[in-house]
């Protein structure tokens, strides 16, 4: 069966500083794989999209990015946090791109402070 | 308008009850619809996806609805197991999912 791992769970950075968030996915080959953002009592907002090694979508301008170096890792970065940055981070896969149904990891909790 | 909207709640039910929500979308388009839930602190977790017939999977029923443009989910004989946030998930018209803000239900012994 597939399972889908992210760390850290929890991360409390300063404003200014650089994060590195790590999701990979175990018992699939070549996922479709998404990173969101949650802020408390709003939706989902997706960040990127990959459907395969060295391919991200960016669909909302920030200062984060998002690399794929290898089929099933996904990698979310920034050189310099804002506090806006805060949020739940949570990864996702899918078999197929686009409308079908998303599984998720267990999320990474970010602080700026 | 948002793409999704759900009633944030949150409904309180007792124990063994019934409770019954909806979300609406905006794209008549849209193909795609499921109900996901989402444990407090904790990622969201595919409930059931969301036929055009309608769909049971146990306790839970999901209604579509394309002429209202509106989904419903409904929980009976609820648990306390049940408490949690419900979030309602749509494709937009570039094939990606858009997810509600989420309906928070909470059931009391």
């Known amino acids: 069966s597939q399972t889908i791992h992210q760390w850290p769970a929890t991360l409390v950075q300063p404003v200014g500083s650089p994060l590195s968030l790590e999701c990979t996915v175990e018992?699939?080959?070549?996922?479709?794989l998404y990173w969101y953002r949650q802020a408390a009592g709003r939706g989902l907002q997706l960040l990127f999209y990959?459907?395969?090694?060295?391919?991200i979508s960016s669909e909302v301008p920030q200062n984060l990015s998002a690399s794929r170096p290898q089929d099933r890792q996904f990698i979310l970065s920034s050189k310099k946090l804002l506090l806006s940055d805060s949020g739940f981070y949570l990864c996702?896969?899918?078999?197929?791109?686009?409308?079908?149904?998303?599984?998720f990891g267990p999320g990474t909790r970010l602080t700026v402070t | 308008r948002k793409e999704v909207e759900q009633d944030p709640g949150p409904f309180n039910v007792p124990e063994g009850a019934t409770v019954a929500f909806n979300c609406t979308y905006s794209?008549?388009?849209?193909?795609?619809f499921f109900w996901y839930r989402q444990d407090c602190r904790k990622e969201p977790k595919l409930l059931m996806s969301?036929?055009?017939s309608g769909n049971e999977d146990g306790r839970f029923t999901a209604q579509l609805n394309r002429a209202s443009q509106y989904i419903s989910l409904l929980i009976r004989d609820s648990k306390l197991s049940d408490s949690a946030t419900y979030l309602c998930?749509?494709?937009?018209?570039?094939?990606?999912?858009?997810f509600g803000a989420g309906t928070q239900v909470v059931v009391t012994p």
């Open positions: 996702a896969w899918s078999v197929l791109a686009g409308r079908y149904e998303q599984y």
């Open positions: 018992g699939t080959s070549n996922p479709n």
């Open positions: 990959s459907v395969g090694i060295g391919q």
């Open positions: 794209n008549s388009a849209s193909q795609s």
């Open positions: 969301v036929y055009s």
């Open positions: 998930v749509v494709n937009d018209s570039w094939g990606k999912l858009q």
